[in-house]
């Protein structure tokens, strides 16, 4: 599993995006400062942390993975299906702004501007253009890939320019088929092959293959699915179910 050192803190790193030589990663729990639930590489203020503490922990990623601090820009982890591209006057966006900014999924061409998206049992999703030099960060739970976000995401990078195929795709560590079950009313809404129907009307629900799917029906050059289940791997990763609704939040960053 590529769970890589970071000058101290632990990421999951997509060999896809790796080879294309772009600074991206998934984070793990370790490394920072919060305390209880949210010990200790919380990454988001809304889910009841310190705000402080998880601002020392944003001090925290940009210096151990060489990211810029001051240009630092997030998704709002609402569950829209709205993706916007970052342009100059809008670096910032979630971090030194308002954060109820109905944002789920963020493009740029700048480099230098990190962007963050974040998870804890949803799907995170990070997508690079290599043809025009553009990243994406993608926060996708079950409302999102229903609403399809991802092939949104795509969609703004192929508008400004990218073929599909030179767009590579990295689905970071999220609940899996083994741990996320719901009821009818979630499970329907998804193709049969991304549902196992279990005693009792629930079912088991694989969002991270729907994400796959849906990506790899737009041509993509790669989508990276690699990444383990978050309730599983609890021990590394932040899982809102696997610890009873409150945990801290990993993020999903890249920086051109
Ligand atoms: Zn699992």
């Known amino acids: 599993m590529p769970i890589r050192e970071l000058n101290g803190i632990a990421a999951w790193q997509s060999e896809l995006l790796l080879e294309a030589g772009i600074n991206h990663g998934f984070t793990c729990r370790g490394g920072g400062v919060s305390r209880g639930a949210y010990a200790s590489l919380s990454m988001s203020p ?12 944003e001090e925290i990623l940009c210096r151990r993975a060489g990211l ?3 240009r630092l820009t997030s998704t709002a982890q609402e569950h829209t299906d709205v993706v916007e591209v970052i342009t100059a006057d809008r670096v910032g966006m979630g971090i030194s702004r308002p954060w ?4 789920d999924g963020i493009v740029t061409l700048l480099p230098g501007t990190p962007l963050l998206a974040y998870a804890a049992d949803c799907v995170p999703i990070l997508l690079w253009a290599g043809d025009i ?11 999102g890939t229903e609403a399809r976000i991802a092939e949104k995401a795509v969609k703004k990078l192929t508008e400004l320019g990218a073929r599909p195929q030179s767009i590579l795709a990295a689905i970071g560590p999220c609940i899996g088929p083994c741990c996320y079950e719901v009821g009818g009313d979630v499970a329907l809404r998804f193709p049969e ?4 129907a279990k005693d009792g009307g629930k079912y088991m629900l694989d969002l991270p293959k729907a994400n796959r799917l849906m ?13 383990p289940c978050t309730m599983c791997r609890n021990d590394l990763f932040f899982s809102h179910r696997g610890q ?6 990993l993020a999903a960053f890249i920086q051109i």
Do not use: F
């Open 100 to 103: 109820d900014h109905g944002v």
């Open 133 to 143: 030099g553009a990243a994406a960060a993608v926060h996708s739970g079950w409302r």
């Open 244 to 249: 009873g609704g409150k945990s801290g939040t």
């Open 68 to 70: 810029d601090l001051g």
């Open 193 to 196: 092959s991304c549902r196992t």
């Open 215 to 227: 990506l790899e029906d737009m041509g993509l050059g790669g989508v990276d699915a690699s990444a």
């Open 46 to 57: 809304r889910r009841g942390d310190d705000p402080a503490d998880v601002r020392r922990n």
